[in-house]
């Protein structure tokens, strides 16, 4: 069994990146802005909104972080959409989810210039990685790809069973797995809460990419011998032995699992530092005017 270090190939992907920024600096060129938009003060969306900041300062990026509070009108948050979308100092942004009950997510995703879109939300960028045209990718399906393509994992004529069916996550990675490319060319399987024989399927599967948000949801008897597992699930359990009072659990149960596979990532360590490290590629990609001119 191999841990897929998910931790390493960001850092690795991070130096990448503030070099290249260097290049851009030293040719006199626009460095890469992002800038991301925090509605309230969930817990979680903090921390990711903090270390998306944080991460822009490491590589070298420009960042502005704007803050609304819970009773911010739609109104007001399009506002901010269409001014983001109309600033020419910015090359993409964030809108940062889950968005208060009275805030329609999907209009304020549509508002968003798709050649700003480094989440990869928008339905013209959804619509084109689903037809395989250049277009932002959302970050964890792009953070997968790329720990599959630097640990060489083999996926052409292979079977892939995506268990979630998310927009940010299960759909993208479906279409991702099935595209004619590498990494791609699965036969790709989508088990979901409904799905009736989804033990059977993971049993068959010689890829298993878990996005359910369930805790250990995947056991060892699910999978076969040999099976590739990549587990996207970062639910925060209440914990008395850490400093922060919670642990990250994923999707799979690791100890049981890992010794059936020949690849394994973590959680965490394994996808979750890719999430990041893939919107400050986008980001630079933005920069670059590279995907839309
Ligand atoms: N909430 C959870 N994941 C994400 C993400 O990738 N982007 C945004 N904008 N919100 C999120």
């Given amino acids: 069994m191999q841990l897929i270090d998910g931790k390493a190939v960001s850092a690795q992907m991070k130096q990448e990146i503030a070099e290249e920024v260097n290049r851009i600096k030293e040719a006199g060129g626009k460095i890469p802005h992002l800038a991301a938009v925090l509605v309230g003060h969930d817990g979680g969306s903090e921390t990711y909104v903090a270390n998306k900041v944080k991460t822009c300062e490491e590589v070298g990026f420009q960042s502005t972080l704007i803050r609304y509070e819970e009773d ?130 993971c049993l068959e599967a010689d890829i298993i990419i878990v996005a359910l948000g369930v805790p250990e949801f995947l056991k060892a008897d699910m999978v076969k011998e040999g099976a590739v597992v990549i587990d996207v699930g970062t639910t925060r359990m209440p914990s008395s032995v850490t400093k922060s009072g919670f642990k990250l659990t994923g999707d799979v149960r690791f100890d049981e699992v890992s010794p059936k596979c020949s690849y394994i990532t973590p959680v965490p360590g394994g996808v979750g530092p890719m999430t990041i490290i893939s919107l400050m590629k986008n980001t630079l990609l933005a920069g670059k005017k590279e995907i839309y001119s």
């Fill in 72 to 201: 911010v009108t739609e109104e007001e948050l399009l506002a901010c959409v269409d001014r983001l979308n109309n600033n020419p100092e910015v090359d993409g942004f964030i809108v940062q989810l889950p968005l208060p009950k009275h805030i329609s997510e999907q209009k304020i995703i549509e508002a968003i210039d798709y050649r700003k879109d480094v989440d990869g939300f928008h339905p013209i960028n959804v619509g084109r990685m689903s037809i395989g045209l250049p277009c932002f990718v959302s970050a964890t399906p792009a953070g997968i790809l790329e720990l599959l393509k630097r640990y060489e994992i083999e996926t052409k004529g292979k079977h892939c069973v995506v268990l979630g069916r998310s927009n940010i996550v299960g759909k993208p990675m479906a279409m991702l797995m099935m595209q004619k490319n590498y990494p791609g060319d699965c036969t790709v399987t989508v088990c979901h809460s409904r799905s009736e024989n989804l033990k059977e399927m």
